[in-house]
C-alpha cells in the first residue's frame, strides 16, 4: 500500500507527525522517501527503508523518535513538484494530489571529461584519411539536414480553448520530422497561447508589428502588433526545457521552467532566472472561425541572440 498524504506517522517510540508529501523516483516509479512533518518541528526526509508497515492512515517506522529527529531538515529545494516537471507515466503510479509529490531537481548540466591532446590527434589524422572515402556516403545521408527550413503552417486548435486574457494555455501538435539519415517520424510538440491585453501587448511590440524572414531574407510572415494572440514556442531559451504557466507566491501567474527556474511573464519577458533572452514568438493567424495556425519554429538556446535552427 502507498503512503497517505495526513497518515500518521508513529516510531518504535511514540507518534511523531504526518505524511506531509512523497518523493517519487523518476526510473522506477515508486516512492523512495516520505516528508513528515514533525509536529511544529520543522520537515525530515524519511526513507521508505525505514518503514515497517502502511495502513489508510498510519506509517509505522522501524527507528526510534530520537533517530528521526536527527535526520537533517528536509530541503525543499533540491525538488520539483509533478506540477512543475512532466515525467511521462510518472502520474498513473501514484494515489496523491501531484502537486505534493516531489522528484529529484533536474541535473541537466553535466561535466565532460576533456580528451587528451593526443587522442585528440589520432582521431582528426584518421578523419582527414577515411574523408575522401567516406565523403559520398556522408553528403547523401546527410542531405536531409541542408534542406530549407519548413515554414509551412499547422493548424494546432481552436482559439475558443483560450478562456482568461494574458494567462497561458498550452496547444499541442504534431509533426513529422526528418534528422540526417533516421527515417521520418512524428513527434509531439507544443506552443503556449497568450490572448494579450493592449498593455501586454507594447510590451511585446513596442508599437511596432514582428517581421520573420527565411534564410533569403525574404519576409515570411508579420505579427500585427494589434493582433491580441501571442504564440511563445513551447522550449525554454536557457537549454530548451519545456516550461509551464504556474501560479508563483510572490509573481503571480507566470511561465515558469523547472530545470533551472527562469520565469517569464504573460508578454515572454524574463522575470527570473539564467535565461538569456525572452521566451521566443511565433508566427501566427486566426482565421475568422477561430482556427490557430503557426509556422513551425526553433531557435538555438542559451544565446542572447536569436537563432533559427529548425
Given at each position: 500500500?502507498?503512503?497517505?498524504?495526513?497518515?500518521?506517522?508513529?516510531?518504535?517510540?511514540?507518534?511523531v507527525?504526518?505524511?506531509?508529501?512523497?518523493?517519487?523516483?523518476?526510473?522506477?516509479?515508486?516512492?523512495?522517501?516520505?516528508?513528515?512533518?514533525?509536529?511544529?518541528?520543522?520537515e525530515?526526509?524519511?526513507?521508505?527503508?525505514?518503514?515497517?508497515?502502511?495502513?489508510?492512515?498510519?506509517?509505522?517506522l522501524?527507528?526510534?523518535?530520537?533517530?528521526?529527529?536527527?535526520?537533517?531538515?528536509?530541503?525543499?529545494?533540491?525538488?520539483?513538484?509533478?506540477?512543475?516537471?512532466?515525467?511521462?507515466?510518472l502520474?498513473?503510479?501514484?494515489?496523491?494530489?501531484?502537486?505534493?509529490?516531489?522528484?529529484?531537481?533536474?541535473?541537466?548540466?553535466?561535466?565532460?571529461?576533456?580528451?587528451?591532446?593526443?587522442?585528440?590527434?589520432t582521431?582528426?589524422?584518421?578523419?582527414?584519411?577515411?574523408?575522401?572515402?567516406?565523403?559520398?556516403?556522408?553528403?547523401?545521408?546527410?542531405?536531409?539536414?541542408?534542406?530549407?527550413?519548413?515554414?509551412?503552417?499547422?493548424?494546432?486548435?481552436?482559439?475558443?480553448?483560450?478562456?482568461?486574457?494574458?494567462?497561458?494555455?498550452?496547444?499541442?501538435?504534431?509533426?513529422?520530422?526528418?534528422?540526417?539519415?533516421?527515417?521520418?517520424?512524428?513527434?509531439?510538440?507544443?506552443?503556449?497561447?497568450?490572448?494579450?491585453?493592449?498593455?501586454?501587448?507594447?510590451?511585446?511590440?513596442?508599437?511596432?508589428?514582428?517581421?520573420?524572414?527565411?534564410?533569403?531574407?525574404?519576409?515570411?510572415?508579420?505579427?500585427?502588433?494589434?493582433?491580441?494572440?501571442?504564440?511563445?514556442?513551447?522550449?525554454?531559451?536557457?537549454?530548451?526545457?519545456?516550461?509551464?504557466?504556474?501560479k508563483?507566491?510572490?509573481?503571480?501567474?507566470?511561465?515558469?521552467?523547472?530545470?533551472?527556474?527562469?520565469?517569464?511573464?504573460?508578454?515572454?519577458?524574463?522575470?527570473?532566472?539564467?535565461?538569456?533572452?525572452?521566451l521566443?514568438?511565433?508566427?501566427?493567424?486566426?482565421?475568422?472561425?477561430?482556427?490557430?495556425?503557426?509556422?513551425?519554429?526553433?531557435?538555438?538556446?542559451?544565446?542572447?541572440?536569436?537563432?533559427?535552427?529548425?
Amino acid at each position: 500500500m502507498q503512503p497517505q498524504l495526513k497518515s500518521k506517522v508513529r516510531c518504535a517510540d511514540r507518534e511523531v507527525g504526518e505524511v506531509a508529501k512523497v518523493i517519487m523516483d523518476p526510473l522506477s516509479h515508486e516512492v523512495s522517501h516520505l516528508v513528515v512533518s514533525m509536529n511544529g518541528a520543522g520537515e525530515r526526509q524519511v526513507s521508505m527503508g525505514a518503514v515497517q508497515t502502511v495502513t489508510d492512515d498510519l506509517v509505522q517506522l522501524r527507528s526510534s523518535s530520537s533517530e528521526v529527529m536527527a535526520l537533517p531538515p528536509f530541503k525543499r529545494e533540491d525538488y520539483v513538484t509533478l506540477h512543475e516537471v512532466e515525467i511521462p507515466g510518472l502520474e498513473r503510479h501514484i494515489h496523491v494530489t501531484p502537486g505534493e509529490v516531489l522528484v529529484p531537481f533536474p541535473e541537466l548540466e553535466r561535466n565532460v571529461k576533456r580528451r587528451t591532446f593526443f587522442a585528440n590527434l589520432t582521431y582528426v589524422t584518421g578523419l582527414f584519411i577515411g574523408l575522401p572515402l567516406a565523403f559520398p556516403v556522408l553528403k547523401f545521408l546527410m542531405k536531409p539536414m541542408y534542406a530549407p527550413m519548413d515554414n509551412r503552417w499547422l493548424k494546432i486548435g481552436n482559439i475558443g480553448k483560450v478562456k482568461v486574457d494574458d494567462a497561458g494555455t498550452q496547444f499541442k501538435y504534431k509533426r513529422a520530422v526528418k534528422e540526417a539519415y533516421m527515417p521520418e517520424a512524428e513527434i509531439e510538440k507544443n506552443v503556449w497561447l497568450v490572448k494579450a491585453t493592449p498593455a501586454v501587448l507594447e510590451k511585446v511590440y513596442q508599437g511596432k508589428d514582428m517581421e520573420f524572414r527565411d534564410a533569403t531574407g525574404k519576409t515570411l510572415w508579420t505579427n500585427k502588433k494589434d493582433m491580441p494572440y501571442l504564440a511563445f514556442s513551447g522550449k525554454c531559451p536557457h537549454l530548451g526545457c519545456g516550461y509551464k504557466w504556474r501560479k508563483h507566491k510572490v509573481l503571480g501567474q507566470v511561465f515558469l521552467c523547472p530545470c533551472h527556474l527562469s520565469i517569464y511573464d504573460a508578454s515572454g519577458r524574463v522575470l527570473e532566472g539564467p535565461a538569456p533572452r525572452p521566451l521566443d514568438l511565433l508566427p501566427i493567424q486566426v482565421s475568422p472561425s477561430g482556427e490557430v495556425q503557426i509556422i513551425d519554429m526553433e531557435f538555438k538556446a542559451g544565446t542572447k541572440s536569436q537563432t533559427r535552427i529548425v
